[in-house]
């Protein structure tokens, strides 16, 4: 299911795969994608939407610039997303 897929994108980063930029910003754009099906299809209510948008933001601009790319301000951000998810 899709909370489960979320934990899969971010177990698979937090492992050291894919930390480089492009992979990153691979992660965030399906983290954001999952979020939005969820969303869609129910299976977080509206606080644990508010809440995982609010745990996007930082993702999104962990990558916006791969100039600044920070793979530790990555994986904080991503830690925090994690946090957030439903289980």
Do not use: E, R, W
């Not at 480089?20 to 994608?33: E, F, K, N, T």
């Amino acid at each position: 299911d899709a909370i489960a897929l979320a934990h899969s994108v971010v177990v698979t980063a937090l492992d050291g795969n894919d930390l480089d930029y492009s992979g990153a910003q691979q992660q965030v754009m399906a983290l954001g994608s999952i979020v939005a099906a969820m969303k869609a299809l129910g299976f977080a209510d509206a606080p644990q939407l508010a809440a995982l948008d609010d745990a996007l933001g930082p993702l999104y601009t962990a990558v916006a610039d791969d100039q600044k790319y920070d793979p530790d301000a990555y994986v904080t951000a991503l830690k925090a997303f994690d946090a957030k998810v439903p289980q």
